[in-house]
């Protein structure tokens, strides 16, 4: 059994700061790709930022150089630093690893989100 715990959220007016961790455990054999999404109201889920095993790093054009994805590969953990927010960046975020249990073959498992409200 996998589980994806998400913290961090909360409110904050724009040009605040929030970090995300997303804590990964269970039995897990070895965690690939890691990444968060976001999703706002009436709109579909989307890809904020990813990062390899190796800390090879993606993001969404609009959060570029505002937001900074790592990860501790010794602890399973995931963390997403978000500066200079906006109102804009309102959204629930969702924690995805693309992992292999000790029992199963990689697949994708999902946390179950944290909202982060920005607004004065």
Do not use: H
């Not at 890691?34 to 890809?47: T, V």
């Not at 993606?58 to 602890?75: E, G, H």
């Amino acid at each position: 059994q996998v589980q994806l715990v998400e913290s961090g959220g909360g409110l904050v007016q724009p040009g605040g700061s929030l970090r995300l961790s997303c804590v990964v455990s269970g039995s897990i054999f070895s965690i690939y790709d890691m990444a968060w999404y976001r999703q706002a109201p009436g709109k579909q889920r989307s890809l904020v930022a990813t990062v390899t095993k190796g800390g090879s790093t993606d993001y969404l054009y609009s959060v570029k150089c505002r937001f900074t994805i790592s990860r501790d590969n010794a602890k399973n953990i995931l963390y997403l630093q978000m500066n200079s927010l906006k109102p804009e960046d309102t959204a629930v975020y969702y924690c995805n690893a693309l992992l292999r249990t000790t029992t199963t073959i990689p697949a994708n498992y999902w946390g179950q989100g944290t909202q982060v409200t920005v607004s004065s």
